[in-house]
């Protein structure tokens, strides 16, 4: 069987995770956008499917 036929069949993702991007953790690289966005979830809020009780035992 091909490599690809393989890679096609599986469940999972075949994924590397670059360790060297963890540097950008704790730096906002947008505060336009960020301050934006908080504004807007002051103003309007989240959906209620992300509010309820429910969701948030999960």
């Known amino acids: 069987m091909k490599l690809t036929t393989k890679l096609k069949k599986r469940k999972t993702p075949i994924v590397k995770i670059d360790t060297s991007l963890n540097k950008y953790d704790e730096v ?5 956008k960020l301050e934006k966005a908080n504004q807007m979830l002051k ?3 989240l959906p209620k499917q992300w509010t309820s009780a429910e969701s948030r035992s999960q």
Request: net charge neutral; hydrophobic share 50%.
């Open 28 to 32: 906002i690289l947008f505060p336009d």
């Open 43 to 45: 103003k309007v809020g």
